[in-house]
């Protein structure tokens, strides 16, 4: 695999990110809608980039800079299917955590019950569960606010 770039995103980049989102897990489950997609990838106090991998788009990750008591919070991360488990879940992590180095002491992400890749993923790169939020989405499963110390 190429070199991974990742980047700011586009307005039109806003827009793909909103349907990688709307389109993927655990979005569906949670029913979170395109609108609400692109609602979140478009507000100006987020901040959106795109991961390109073979100068193809592979995978977006949307931060709140200030979204946990004033800690950094990934709000989203995905990766386009055809990329799954090349490492682009991985890139945007690190990515994120480089950004705030040194800025923040910790930061946060939630993560589904039901999505146990993406849980493993987190743990492996050293986030650990904080919290869990049983039915705060839907019922029957829970948000689990994970951290890391950067």
Known sequence: ME??????ATDY?????????????PWITLRISIEQCRKNC???EYQLYVAYSENKPSG???????GVAGSPYIKSIAVWPEY????????????AEDIFRGKARFI???VSSFNQRARRLYEKHGY???????DYIIE???EILMQKCI
Do not use: T, V, W
Request: glycine share 10%; hydrophobic share 45%; charged share 25%.
């Open 60 to 66: 977006i990750i949307l931060i709140d800079p200030r």
């Open 42 to 44: 478009n507000d100006p």
């Open 140 to 142: 029957g499963a829970s």
């Open 84 to 95: 799954r488990g090349g490492g682009i879940g991985s890139a945007l992590l690190s990515f």
């Open 3 to 8: 070199k991974i770039e990742i980047r700011a």
């Open 128 to 134: 650990q569960a904080a919290c869990e939020f049983r």
């Open 108 to 110: 946060f992400i939630c």
């Open 13 to 25: 980049e806003r827009d793909m990110a909103a349907h990688l989102l709307a389109d993927s897990e």
